[in-house]
């Protein structure tokens, strides 16, 4: 019959010298044993409930998301920032896990520099897009990532939603994210050939709100990112605000003139500027410290 | 002593409950308008990934002053259909001037959904009742019940995707005092873009108008699509490098 034994921290130290550390395995187990006290601790993923959009119109391509980043049922953060920085003329929205989105486009980012600097050329998006189907696929779904990647380049400008698992489509209008079907609803109904630069951004902005406004995991406000073949980038941060604060106090804080309350008796008291605080016998070996502690006050 | 047992469970089979539905129709789009109510639907009846029913009318008149119409279960439809065809006889037998307003089918068939669920074997499906008043000044009304029970009323409704993708749409451009043809063409308008995105939906619709003159319902007709862009035909990958 073997018996249980609780073990302390040395002594589990010392039997898992050597080889392998299984530890952690004993932890997942425990926490996926169902166990409210444990399961419960465990931090919910900061998602982006999200709405993104993008748009290729007659110069290039406009780029839209939502500002809403939710944990559960609740808005962690009101005005986060969707639309990634890939290269100097591609960008890319992000929907899904926040880490997973940031991390993922952050690194594809880092290699597409490299690889600009290997080759001497500008970056294609569709290197971007390979880039970032690879890795998604080799992890097959677990990382968490719906992109909707746009830029414009020698060959032209596209526009590509790359999914978690690795699968990519090439459109000339795109949205994801639970608000998806709202902003494709509007893309369906307002989309035409040759669109200029101001209807392509009306549109987008229209998408975005849609998302905003009927799906409950989008919110905040409009980015928009403008990807043109004449006029290079320009990132329209808070395009729109139509979610401000209604009631706000008074911008300089908790601020109260001198007789808002009212004063009805003074009395001023001087403090010693300087306060000894006699040193006590101590049983330490280190009697040569000073112990004495002086305060002074100017 | 076994064959007594044997017979029993043989011949006695457990009273089943709906857990899934087999035929079902898709979306219901209806807006208030100036004159009354307006309400769309395709003609399919779907069998999972089958397009098994191609000519199913889901918009149904009850009386004179009511339209009803119903997405989900199809059988479940056509039992509700019975039902209230029954209680419209029993109007017209009675013969005294007076019919049930659209607001009391509206009521009636939110209980009858809410038992059903309370007893766990509902109706599958998103049932939607529009009608005017009778008389002058007469109010339109519209309203809507699902399988659970759940039911109000409101200027705009719809059913099944419709929800996600019609809804922002309607939301934005429906107005109380739209004519008979501004409302058509939102409607319209709502529903194409619904066949472009639902996979269980066909490009052939009926149409309800219900109006201080009565309840009219269409036959079926197609709306325009297109799916020629220019960037879907010659994608920006295939362009010419010299623009």
């Known amino acids: 019959q073997t018996q249980k034994r609780t073990m302390n921290p040395s002594q589990v130290l010392n039997a898992n010298k050597g080889g392998f550390d299984f530890e952690l395995s004993k932890r997942n187990e425990a926490l996926l044993s169902g166990n409210q006290a444990l399961s419960s601790k465990v931090p919910k993923a900061m998602k982006t409930g999200t709405t993104i959009a993008g748009i290729v119109y007659n110069d290039g391509v406009v780029l839209g998301a939502d500002t809403r980043a939710t944990e559960g049922s609740i808005t962690c953060d009101k005005n986060c920032e969707k639309i990634h920085y890939i290269a100097q003329n591609i960008y890319c929205c992000g929907a899904g896990t926040s880490a997973d989105t940031e991390n993922t486009t952050n690194l594809i980012s880092s290699q597409l520099e490299l690889h600009k600097l290997q080759t001497g050329t500008e970056p294609r998006v569709i290197t971007a897009m390979t880039r970032l189907k690879q890795r998604l696929f080799q992890y097959q779904g677990h990382i968490s990532a719906a992109l909707v990647l746009g830029g414009v380049d020698a060959t032209g400008a596209h526009l590509h939603t790359v999914w978690p698992h690795g699968s990519t489509d090439r459109l000339p209008f795109a949205t994801m994210g639970s608000g998806s079907l709202a902003a494709m609803a509007v893309f369906e109904a307002g989309y035409k050939d040759d669109l200029d630069e101001k209807e392509a951004v009306a549109l987008v902005d229209q998408a975005i709100q849609a998302g905003i406004w009927n799906d409950l995991g989008s919110g905040g406000n409009v980015d928009i990112c403008v990807i043109s073949k004449t006029n290079g980038v320009s990132m329209k941060r808070n395009y729109r605000t139509p979610n401000e604060r209604k009631f706000r106090s008074d911008l300089k804080g908790y601020h109260f003139p001198r007789g808002t309350t009212e004063v009805t008796s003074e009395s001023v008291e001087m403090f010693d500027p300087s306060i000894v605080v006699p040193s006590e016998p101590d049983d330490n070996d280190d009697k040569n410290d000073d112990n004495d502690s002086k305060m002074d006050v100017e | ?243």
Not at chain 2, 161 to 166: D, E, H, K, M
Request: aromatic share 10%; proline share 3%.
């Open chain 2, 1 to 243: 002593m076994t064959s007594r047992f044997q017979a029993a469970s043989s011949e006695v089979s457990p009273i089943q409950h709906t857990v899934s539905p087999y035929v079902v129709g898709a979306s219901v789009l209806a807006i208030k308008y100036r004159d009354g109510v307006m309400m769309i639907a395709d003609t399919m009846g779907s069998y999972g990934n089958m397009a098994r029913f191609k000519d199913f009318h889901r918009l149904h008149k009850v009386n004179s002053t009511t339209a009803m119409g119903a997405s989900g279960e199809l059988s479940d439809l056509q039992y509700i259909r019975d039902m209230l065809e029954e209680l419209t006889l029993g109007d017209f037998q009675q013969d005294d001037g007076s019919q049930l307003t659209a607001k009391e089918v509206h009521s009636y068939l939110a209980r009858v959904l809410y038992n059903r669920r309370s007893r766990v074997n509902p109706l599958w499906n998103e049932l939607v009742v529009a009608g005017v008043e009778p008389g002058p000044n007469g109010q339109a009304f519209l309203g809507t019940v699902d399988l659970y029970g759940s039911n109000y009323e409101e200027d705009i409704i719809a059913t099944g995707y419709g929800q996600y993708i019609a809804m922002p749409l309607l939301r934005r451009e429906w107005r109380a005092d739209m004519t008979k043809q501004e409302a058509r063409t939102l409607l319209e308008k709502c529903m194409t873009v619904l066949f472009y995105r639902h996979c269980r939906q066909i490009n052939r619709y009926t149409l309800s108008d219900v109006t201080a003159d009565g309840v009219d319902i269409s036959e079926p007709f197609e709306l325009e699509v297109k799916w020629n862009y220019k960037q879907f035909v010659v994608p920006t990958a295939q362009q010419s490098l010299v623009q």
